[in-house]
């Protein structure tokens, strides 16, 4: 691809996780004020209407019938957990210092790989996993101040949430769509049975910040998944890692945070790192199991 083809897939990119990173915004605007099931239920209400749109326009509701039901349904089952994982880790912690964990992702899919979908990850990428996680322990120091519960519930919806996107790869024929649809179905189906118990009469601005978040979410997703669509994904994914830069200006514009420390930036740069040399590596791979097919089918022919 030329530079000219890839530029909009790129800026799309960029907005898709600048969407995300108001969506998280105000996740943490509202973490203060309601219960993290609560922000998860009102969340993931609003994130149901960008993919439905688009499910409408590109070719019909028939679009969010999975091809195999039982791999949403166990992505659908984790989204829950994992939801209020990260939903309170973004409410207690700057949300630079949870991106900053949640970097690791990249590294947890390449691990889980194996065992989940049975692909083969040669010492170059396993290298590049072992790197990052050490990145991750430079950020969680001992004395730093950010190893704590919210870290661990952080750690704890990274691993899920890799796992979640990992199985996605088992069901390439289903529609994007479908894909954000059934996690959110699954976590408002996860949040209603306790929601009663945690209720607090919303006011018309908890409302529409509510709202707005869960707009943000599902638009995010429906731009990211254009983005890929155009490129990609060693051009994409690593475009994520500006959610860092967002989150540091909001943190300190909207919350007062502290910008991380140079022990947090170096930890996060080894992390993003190894996350571009992983993508890199498996973009190199999947250009080299196209060309082989190719030679392959252009031999039969012959």
């Known amino acids: 691809m030329t530079g000219s083809s890839t530029l909009p897939a790129i800026l799309v990119a960029l907005a898709a996780f600048f969407v995300f990173t108001l969506q998280d915004t105000a996740v943490k605007l509202l973490g203060g004020e309601w219960h993290v099931v609560q922000v998860a239920a009102f969340n993931a209400i609003g994130c149901l209407i960008p993919p439905t749109l688009w499910a409408l326009s590109a070719g019909?509701?028939?679009?969010?019938?999975p091809a195999n039901p039982r791999l949403h349904l166990v992505r659908a089952a984790l989204a829950p957990l994992?939801?209020?994982?990260?939903?309170?880790?973004?409410?207690?912690?700057?949300?630079?210092?949870?991106?900053?964990?949640?970097?690791?992702?990249?590294?947890?899919?390449?691990?889980?790989?194996?065992?989940?979908?049975?692909?083969?990850?040669?010492?170059?990428?396993?290298?590049?996993?072992?790197?990052?996680?050490?990145?991750?322990?430079?950020?969680?120091?001992p004395?730093?101040?950010?190893?704590?519960?919210?870290?661990?519930?952080?750690?704890?919806?990274?691993?899920?949430?890799?796992?979640?996107?990992a199985i996605i790869r088992l069901a390439p024929k289903d529609h994007p769509s479908c894909f954000a649809v059934w996690v959110n179905v699954?976590?408002?189906?996860?949040?209603?049975?306790?929601?009663?118990?945690?209720?607090?009469?919303?006011?018309?601005?908890?409302?529409?910040?509510?709202?707005l978040g869960g707009l943000l979410g599902g638009g995010g997703f429906t731009l990211m998944s254009l983005a890929y669509s155009?490129?990609?994904?060693?051009?994409?994914?690593?475009?994520?890692?500006?959610?860092?830069?967002?989150?540091?200006?909001?943190?300190l514009v909207v919350f007062g945070d502290a910008l991380p420390d140079a022990w947090t930036w170096a930890g996060t740069a080894i992390v993003i790192a190894s996350g571009i040399y992983i993508v890199h590596r498996e973009t190199v791979r999947r250009r080299e199991a196209v060309t082989l097919q190719r030679l392959a089918t252009l031999g039969q022919a012959g």
């Open 186 to 211: 699954g976590i408002l189906a996860g949040m209603l049975p306790v929601l009663p118990f945690v209720w607090t009469t919303p006011s018309a601005e908890q409302l529409m910040i509510s709202f």
């Open 60 to 65: 019909g509701l028939r679009l969010l019938r």
């Open 82 to 141: 994992a939801c209020v994982l990260v939903f309170y880790a973004y409410a207690v912690m700057p949300l630079t210092d949870a991106y900053a964990i949640a970097f690791s992702q990249p590294l947890i899919i390449t691990a889980l790989s194996v065992p989940i979908l049975g692909e083969k990850v040669g010492w170059r990428r396993w290298s590049a996993v072992v790197v990052g996680f050490l990145g991750v322990l430079i950020i969680l120091r």
């Open 230 to 251: 155009k490129a990609e994904a060693g051009i994409v994914a690593p475009f994520q890692y500006v959610q860092m830069l967002y989150a540091a200006v909001i943190g």
């Open 143 to 165: 004395g730093s101040g950010l190893f704590g519960f919210a870290a661990l519930c952080m750690i704890g919806a990274s691993v899920l949430w890799s796992f979640i996107h």
